[in-house]
């Protein structure tokens, strides 16, 4: 059934329903889910009668927003190229899984696991349109300078907040939670992300517009709010940390890495177009 009508010209009932799913998910994720209302502690908009752990909220706010938000909105908008929202997806909801199990506790997997799932059913609702994923690898040198120097400093990132996440709380009434979820892990869950995202699109070219935006924002945000509430739950230990980040996501945002891959991809085609001629 599905065959006949795309071959008729008319989207099967598996694409019709891909748009406002991916549209409901997004804003789980950005609304229920306090994504946005997290990145807004960062600007004082949120209630100003408590205290925020800034730099705690910003990572959950990134992960939700940038990450989630942003890959669903992404499917919603072009589903004929939604793999690199499916593959950005699948490593989030991993990434939630491995810092369940690594953070000892149970609550993330709430939120890993039907991510996953999720992933998996757009790759399936998408698949008349999107077609097989993508297996090209190509490397973008630029990238995978960044890619090879950040990494490792959010796997430290991720690992901190493990450790936090595996430490008892002060007192029964610890905040730092939503919707009864610890931030500890989510945020392990965030820097094990963008640690994966940055390399992925260094070598599978599909990816590199939407990760390259979800991480360099992500990246700038976090590190911005450890920089403004360096001793609030969250930060790193030390200043260097948030300058890092912030630098990172903001070296990642610029054009001259793409610039780069241009003129390295206009040259090998002046290459051949000589070659061929002789």
């Known amino acids: 059934m599905a065959e006949r009508a795309a071959l008729a010209g008319e989207p099967s009932e598996r694409l019709q329903a891909v748009k406002p799913l991916a549209w409901i998910m997004a804003g789980l994720c950005a609304v229920l889910f306090f994504g946005l209302v997290d990145l807004s502690t960062l600007f004082d908009l949120a209630d100003p009668s408590y205290q925020w752990d800034v730099p705690l909220e910003a990572s959950w706010g990134s992960l939700f927003t940038f990450v989630l938000a942003g890959a669903y909105v992404w499917i ?4 004929s190229q939604s793999w690199p929202a499916v593959v950005q997806l699948g490593i989030a909801g991993t ?3 491995a810092s369940s199990l690594a953070g000892l506790d149970v609550r993330p997997l709430v939120l890993g696991l039907p991510i996953v799932g999720s992933a998996a059913l757009f790759a399936w609702l998408c698949r008349e349109l ?16 960044l890619g090879a120097g950040g990494a490792p400093l959010w796997l430290m990132y991720a690992l901190y907040a493990l450790e936090k996440s595996r430490t008892p709380h002060e007192g029964p009434d610890w905040e730092g939670q939503t919707m009864g979820i610890d931030h500890w892990p989510v945020q ?22 939407l990760m390259r935006l979800s991480v360099s924002l992500s990246a700038t945000f976090i590190g911005v709010a450890m920089l403004a509430y ?9 200043t260097g940390w948030g300058i890092a980040f912030a630098i990172w996501g903001t070296l990642l945002a610029l054009p001259a890495a793409g610039l780069a891959a241009q003129a390295a991809s206009a040259s090998r085609k002046r290459t051949y177009r000589r070659t061929g001629a002789r």
């Open 76 to 79: 919603a908008v072009v589903p």
């Open 95 to 97: 990434g939630l899984v």
């Open 130 to 145: 999107s077609g097989p994923l993508p297996r090209r690898i190509s490397v973008h040198w630029p990238l995978l300078v």
């Open 188 to 209: 392990g869950a965030a820097g094990l992300t963008l640690a994966a995202c940055s390399l992925v699109m260094a070598v599978w070219p599909p990816a590199r517009p």
């Open 230 to 238: 360096p001793s609030r739950d969250g930060a790193m230990p030390g």
